[in-house]
């Protein structure tokens, strides 16, 4: 796409606005760029654009933005922003980053969704392209990472990229060659009004695709087929329930496929690194890609067994006088608290809580009655799961009013042989900027700890 001269938008300056910015002045484009923060806030990135040529406002997003004929805007953005609506009424181009991106990028592209589980496949599929030799980068809605607009001009053989609902609202001609859903739970209700919007927009990831591409999509999910039905792409499945015509599956205890003109063994499911039936799903996932990409069977096997997982996500950060502590801060809906307590077998003591979307907890205070020794709730839904224990029997939980203060707490409730797991179930905005600034809170307090018992 030739943008040179032609007038943009951004609206939001976080990772993925700053990230659209620089590749619209690199390709020779008039850049404007608007945040609602103060510009005090933003003294790194506002001094970095204004060097780069951007004309910047802060503190609001007035109608200047208009002013262009395309806007960028950034997931954090909720779609009924005022300045949105008009642009929209006007006729103006309304594209998230990726699309940004997608229109300037010269290598095929995976791209994974899903409610649980698109950061790990991400990830894991990266590594496997990797390990087969293959020049490759992550991007997208990914942390740690960088927006896709970052790898545009990367000397590439594939891109991985994560997306997510926010950005698949504004995606115009988004098409991977390989699209990756996980699964779909109830998420993000109250930016996306219900749960049948929430799947309708999971699935745009293949509204481009043609038969040239491929969907990989788990069969094991209603909600998940019931979205896909009239992907036009050639479909290809994963199952840890049973063998499916074309795709990926546990059969007993080993993982098979069929998928194009091969078939076989990969490896036993034991030989994963990365623990919980969740897991394995997601490995099944990245497994299917990385097949309809060509890749070794061997390779996929060594990568299956040698990949540790990501940041925030079952991240095990050490050892305290034979006390296992579990960094799951990416856990951000009782559906994936869930899972992730299924992956256990130890005594757990289990930090959870957040910012209450008004999720049915039915399945996560099941879980926790049956895998919990004690419980630690953080955050505006304390009170509401407090009374939801109550009902379920269980009397073994406390409330705490900061991070140190539940990490503190769930310290003192464990001994010898047992597992302090963060997995909050819930977002982090009650508390936290974001589930990584959440994540690190725990992995500090557990820091400062470490350095008083040695």
């Known amino acids: ?55 910047l406002e802060f503190g609001r997003h007035s109608e200047r933005i208009l002013e262009s004929e395309s806007i960028v805007v950034s997931p954090g953005v909720p779609s009924d922003t005022p300045v949105l609506k008009q642009a929209k009424e006007k006729g103006k181009a309304v594209i998230s980053e990726v699309e940004l991106a997608y229109s300037f990028l010269e290598c095929p592209m995976v791209a994974v969704t899903g409610t649980n589980g698109k950061t790990t496949t991400a990830a894991l599929i990266n590594h496997v392209l990797e390990r087969e030799g293959l020049r490759t980068a ?34 115009d001609r988004f098409r ?44 094991d999910d209603e909600n998940v087929m019931d979205a896909t039905e009239a992907v036009r792409s050639r479909r290809v499945f994963f199952s840890i329930s ?40 997601n490995s099944l996932a990245a497994s299917a890609a990385c097949l309809l990409l060509g890749v070794e069977k061997e390779t996929i096997a060594e990568a299956l067994a040698s990949f540790k997982g990501v940041i925030h996500r079952l991240e095990e950060i050490g050892e305290i006088r034979g006390i296992t502590f579990v960094n799951n801060s990416m856990c951000t ?37 049956e895998k919990a020794k004690h419980v630690v709730l953080i955050g505006e839904v304390a009170k509401r799961l407090s009374k939801e224990l109550e009902v379920a029997g269980f009397s073994r939980y ?25 997995s909050p179930g819930f977002a982090s905005f009650d508390m936290f900027k974001n589930f990584e600034e959440r994540g690190f809170a725990f992995k500090e307090a557990f820091a400062q700890l470490k350095s008083k018992s040695q």
């Open 138 to 171: 992550l991007g997208g809605n990914v942390a740690p990472g960088i927006p896709m607009s970052g790898l545009v001009g990367k000397p590439l053989d594939f891109a991985v990229v994560e997306v997510s609902t926010f950005q698949l609202e504004t995606i």
């Open 398 to 422: 406390e409330s705490a009013s900061s991070m140190s203060d539940a990490f503190n707490k769930a310290y003192a409730a464990s001994t010898s042989g047992d597992t302090i797991l963060l």
């Open 242 to 281: 049973g063998r499916v015509d074309s795709g990926v599956w546990v059969a007993e205890g080993d993982i098979r496929f069929r998928i194009l003109e091969r078939s076989g063994r990969i490896c036993s499911s034991s030989e994963i690194a990365l623990k919980g039936e969740f897991n394995l799903e």
């Open 333 to 369: 809906n009782p559906t994936a608290a869930s899972k992730s307590l299924a992956a256990f077998s130890e005594p757990l003591v289990l930090i959870m809580g957040g910012k209450d979307k008004g999720f049915d907890t039915d399945l996560l205070i099941k879980s926790v009655v």
């Open 1 to 55: 796409m030739d943008v040179k001269g032609r007038k943009f938008s951004i609206i939001g300056l976080g990772r993925s606005g700053v990230a659209a910015a620089r590749l619209l002045m690199r390709k020779g484009a008039e850049v404007f760029a608007s945040d609602v923060r103060e510009r005090s806030e933003l003294t790194a990135v506002a001094d970095e654009l204004e060097r780069l040529g951007v004309r």
């Open 176 to 219: 991977p060659h390989v699209g990756v859903l996980t699964n779909i739970a109830p998420d993000h209700l109250d930016r996306h009004g219900s749960f049948e919007e929430y799947k309708r927009l999971k699935a745009r990831l293949f509204s481009n695709q043609t038969d040239q591409d491929f969907s990989v999509l788990n069969a």
